[in-house]
């Protein structure tokens, strides 16, 4: 959640900010009458608390003067009272002001490159180079199709569009690829957890998908229960109101779960195979730090989840993405885009967020600085999702005559 005290302090600076990641001027506009409501009616409460601190003081002192208190008495219950109602009108704008801030996205990190949509975000590195072929190179739903991995079909009959059947050494190349990230994942000191795939609406507060984005969740019939649209969300609250000690060393963590997401994009080529789907594998990588190490974590995740792209063979570049295409929880994100040669372009696999204390505020997650409590950061991003990575290797490891190779790193997991 956006820090509402430091919204208050900086207002104009935080709302320039909040502007580039395209939160709307009326918006800003309502929150900001509702914070100076909001101050107005808390410097009467404090006015009127000030005026029961004197009259109590004064009505000590005719006590010990043997002085008749009455019409005091009298003043003290009326303000008392006052002070009731006062109360209540202050709780009630700081709740406005809660449920607002809910809605607001956290504001981007001041060097992240101003821009509207992804056209604006910034290549930072590639690595490796993209295969030459002596061939048009097919996509990755033809190859699938004609190897007998990929199963589409049959994927719409069981569920409905956007789901997918995998057989054979489609399926096996799957899990060899969940085995090999996480291994991999651990290799690099995150500790690997088995979370629920469903999640309850405070978890999901916790990290930011609700309440802005019920719409894209699947909710499990009348109960407090989604499907998970990432294990970002189990992994973060782990810690949900706890004190997490003095954090000395970061909290690291990896999981496998599949995710499930109601809106997965907009139509066009990628209605078809394999790219956007309702329900799809991911593993993911989470961290916990105190702030001044959250920006050295960023760099070790995406450094982390490209050595898997590079052990794979798989060319992919580093991007950093501009305020527009930010998403609602991130301060700042890296992606990592994957060479598909059928498509001829570089696709999204991964992307590594710094949220900063945005999910901490939502979520409660504190560590020990002394004998205070102060706000971890949190980030978090894909390992890989892996049903892109199976894609991307059968782009990239397809033979003229249309059947697959298997990078020689997975011949083991297989």
């Given at each position: 959640?956006?820090?509402?005290?430091a919204?208050?302090?900086?207002?104009?600076?935080?709302?320039?900010?909040?502007?580039?990641?395209?939160?709307?001027e009326e918006?800003?506009?309502?929150?900001?009458?509702?914070?100076?409501?909001?101050?107005?009616?808390?410097?009467?409460?404090?006015e009127?608390?000030?005026?029961?601190?004197?009259?109590?003081?004064?009505?000590?002192?005719?006590?010990?003067?043997?002085?008749?208190?009455?019409?005091?008495?009298?003043?003290?219950?009326?303000?008392?009272?006052?002070?009731?109602?006062?109360?209540?009108?202050?709780?009630?704008?700081?709740g406005?002001?809660?449920?607002?801030?809910?809605?607001?996205?956290?504001?981007?990190?001041?060097?992240?490159p101003?821009g509207?949509?992804?056209?604006?975000?910034v290549?930072?590195?590639?690595?490796?180079?993209?295969?030459?072929?002596?061939?048009?190179?097919?996509?990755?739903?033809?190859?699938?199709?004609?190897?007998?991995?990929?199963?589409?079909?049959?994927?719409?009959?069981?569920?409905?569009?956007?789901?997918?059947?995998l057989?054979?050494?489609?399926?096996?190349?799957?899990?060899?690829?969940?085995?090999?990230m996480?291994?991999?994942?651990?290799?690099?000191?995150?500790?690997?957890v088995?979370?629920?795939?469903?999640?309850?609406?405070?978890?999901?507060?916790?990290?930011?998908?609700?309440?802005?984005?019920?719409?894209?969740l699947?909710?499990?019939?009348?109960?407090?229960?989604?499907?998970?649209?990432?294990?970002?969300?189990?992994?973060?609250?782990?810690?949900?109101?706890?004190?997490?000690?003095?954090?000395?060393?970061?909290i690291?963590?990896?999981?496998?779960?599949?995710?499930?997401?109601?809106?997965?994009?907009?139509?066009?080529?990628?209605?078809?195979?394999m790219?956007r789907?309702h329900?799809?594998?991911?593993?993911?990588?989470?961290?916990?730090?105190?702030?001044?190490?959250?920006?050295?974590?960023?760099?070790?995740?995406?450094?982390?989840?490209?050595q898997?792209?590079?052990?794979?063979?798989?060319?992919?570049?580093?991007?950093?993405?501009?305020?527009?295409?930010?998403?609602?929880?991130?301060?700042?994100?890296?992606?990592?885009?994957?060479?598909?040669?059928?498509?001829?372009?570089?696709?999204?696999?991964?992307?590594i967020?710094?949220?900063?204390?945005f999910?901490?505020?939502?979520a409660?997650i504190?560590?020990?600085?002394?004998k205070?409590?102060?706000?971890?950061h949190?980030?978090?991003?894909?390992?890989?999702?892996?049903?892109?990575?199976?894609?991307?290797?059968?782009?990239?490891?397809?033979?003229?005559?249309?059947?697959?190779?298997?990078?020689?790193i997975?011949?083991?997991?297989?």
């Amino acid at each position: 959640m956006v820090d509402l005290k430091a919204l208050e302090r900086n207002f104009e600076e935080i709302s320039a900010r909040l502007r580039t990641k395209g939160v709307e001027e009326e918006v800003l506009t309502q929150l900001k009458e509702l914070f100076e409501k909001y101050k107005r009616e808390k410097r009467v409460l404090e006015e009127l608390q000030a005026t029961q601190n004197r009259l109590s003081k004064l009505f000590g002192q005719y006590r010990r003067e043997g002085r008749d208190t009455a019409e005091l008495q009298k003043e003290l219950e009326g303000n008392k009272g006052a002070i009731g109602r006062q109360q209540q009108v202050v709780r009630q704008l700081e709740g406005q002001l809660r449920t607002m801030a809910l809605q607001i996205p956290n504001p981007p990190d001041p060097d992240v490159p101003v821009g509207r949509d992804e056209g604006d975000n910034v290549v930072l590195k590639r690595v490796l180079e993209p295969p030459q072929f002596d061939f048009t190179p097919r996509e990755h739903w033809e190859l699938g199709e004609r190897a007998g991995w990929l199963d589409l079909e049959r994927g719409v009959k069981l569920a409905k569009s956007r789901f997918s059947v995998l057989k054979g050494e489609g399926a096996r190349l799957e899990r060899a690829l969940i085995n090999f990230m996480l291994d991999h994942n651990r290799s690099w000191g995150f500790e690997e957890v088995w979370v629920p795939f469903l999640a309850n609406s405070a978890t999901l507060l916790g990290t930011g998908q609700l309440p802005k984005f019920e719409e894209d969740l699947f909710k499990v019939c009348d109960e407090d229960l989604y499907l998970i649209p990432t294990a970002e969300v189990p992994l973060t609250n782990l810690y949900r109101d706890e004190i997490v000690g003095d954090l000395q060393e970061p909290i690291k963590l990896t999981a496998y779960t599949p995710c499930f997401r109601r809106e997965a994009g907009s139509g066009g080529r990628d209605i078809r195979g394999m790219i956007r789907q309702h329900q799809f594998d991911k593993v993911e990588l989470v961290a916990i730090t105190r702030p001044e190490e959250s920006d050295k974590m960023l760099e070790e995740m995406v450094e982390c989840a490209s050595q898997l792209l590079t052990k794979l063979g798989l060319p992919h570049r580093h991007v950093m993405l501009c305020t527009g295409d930010l998403g609602f929880s991130a301060a700042k994100t890296i992606d990592i885009e994957v060479w598909l040669p059928g498509q001829g372009r570089y696709r999204e696999i991964s992307s590594i967020s710094n949220t900063r204390d945005f999910q901490a505020r939502r979520a409660k997650i504190r560590y020990k600085e002394g004998k205070k409590n102060r706000l971890v950061h949190t980030l978090n991003g894909s390992s890989l999702a892996v049903g892109r990575t199976l894609v991307a290797i059968m782009e990239n490891y397809q033979r003229a005559d249309g059947s697959l190779e298997i990078p020689k790193i997975l011949e083991s997991y297989m």
